[in-house]
């Protein structure tokens, strides 16, 4: 299967007042998996749409395999398109549903019945040709839905939150389906999800969406580990945001005093310059974090542990700092079979390595 690059270029989209998509510019490379992230409301179905050309945009262009398509028809652009509803047309047989598209391209009956099993065979359900949709499981349903995208070949698949209506383990276990096919095809994809574990599993890159416009755009490392923006630190799992105040800058090291005069640390600066005097917001993961007995004058974070939650094979310290304007605190270890060493009411010392911690900007430009 040919895979094709994908650009956009100040695409935007309104609907009166409401600004759904601010100008957006993106490239995606032939053959990347590319992961639009965002809350509802973030612009990122809106985006997809604009690609698709289920909606057309106020301005801009859209651009695949270098041929401009903003105003052609969906069946003219060479996509492929898997929603979260698969629907299969449920009097005909599996075979029928995957072989359908290219009935509608007038391919031979003998060619379309073999890459209908070819299809099949690619998400590996071989067995389910003569089957009707309601004979399969939900899953099973998704992957005969996939084939079904799969068999006419386009240069580009987009998926519209396909596997939303699926429990946990399935969910799980269809993400790695669709990552095994992407490796096998190197096609271009295009997914949407709000789930962030979803999109750091899957991705070559993120595309955080935040009120109509790229919030910040790359590798799920880069995203996770050195978000640009508190919102980005905040939305993409887990986090202490701590307010703090830059007081030394050596290159990307800083040091930080954090509110309250809570305690002294290092971090990195994210994207912008950072020098003495700049107010911050310190992000560092639970993970991140290293737990200690506090000890008296250590000028290091401490609090008071408020709960412990044992997730499985994660514990969680939760903590209320003891210098005011901190938000509750949180560290994370892997669990061992003696997870009791901090009880209730213990006054813990908090710290870490300053390569863990980034330090953002203010956006108020301090």
Not at 86 to 95: G, K, N, Q
Not at 150 to 159: A, H, K
Request: proline share 5%; aromatic share 6%; glycine share 8%.
């Amino acid at each position: 299967m040919s895979s094709s690059s994908l650009t956009v270029q100040g695409l935007a989209k309104r609907y009166g007042e409401f600004v759904a998509l601010a100008p957006t510019s993106l490239d995606v490379p032939a053959g990347e998996f590319l992961t639009l992230l965002g809350p509802s409301g973030s612009g990122k179905t809106t985006l997809l749409s604009l690609i698709a050309g289920l909606a057309s945009p106020d301005e801009g262009a859209v651009r695949i395999g270098g041929a401009d398509v903003t105003y052609r028809p969906p069946y003219e652009r060479d996509l492929g398109m898997v929603f979260q509803n698969y629907a299969l047309f449920p009097h005909m047989t599996i075979e029928d549903n995957i072989a359908f598209p290219l009935k509608m391209r007038k391919v031979g009956t003998a060619e379309a019945k073999a890459r209908a099993a070819e299809a099949l065979e690619m998400v590996r359900l071989p067995h389910v040709a003569k089957r009707f949709p309601r004979e399969l499981s939900g899953g099973q349903q998704q992957r005969i839905a996939l084939a079904r995208c799969l068999v006419y070949r386009p240069s580009i698949i987009l998926m519209d939150e396909p596997l939303g209506a699926l429990d946990k383990k399935l969910r799980e276990q269809m993400q790695l389906e669709i990552k095994r096919i992407h490796r096998e095809l190197a096609t271009t994809i295009i997914y949407v999800t709000h789930d962030q574990e979803e999109a750091m599993t899957m991705s070559d890159r993120i595309c955080l969406m935040n009120a109509g416009q790229i919030e910040q755009l790359g590798a799920p490392g880069d995203l996770y580990f050195r978000p640009r923006t508190v919102f980005v630190a905040d939305f993409l799992g887990e986090s202490n945001l701590l307010p703090a105040r830059v007081t030394a800058a050596t290159g990307d090291t800083l040091d930080i005093t954090l509110a309250g005069d809570a305690g002294t640390a290092q971090a990195i600066a994210s994207g912008a310059v950072l020098a003495a005097g700049a107010q911050v917001t310190v992000m560092v993961r639970p993970q991140n974090v290293v737990v200690r007995s506090a000890v008296e004058g250590s000028g290091k974070l401490k609090g008071k542990l408020a709960d412990v939650m044992v997730t499985g094979s994660l514990t969680k310290l939760y903590l209320d700092a003891l210098a005011p304007g901190l938000p509750q605190l949180v560290a994370a270890y892997p669990t061992r079979s003696l997870s009791d060493e901090h009880r209730i009411g213990d006054l813990l010392e908090l710290d870490w390595q300053a390569a863990d911690a980034v330090a953002i900007a203010d956006a108020k430009g301090h």
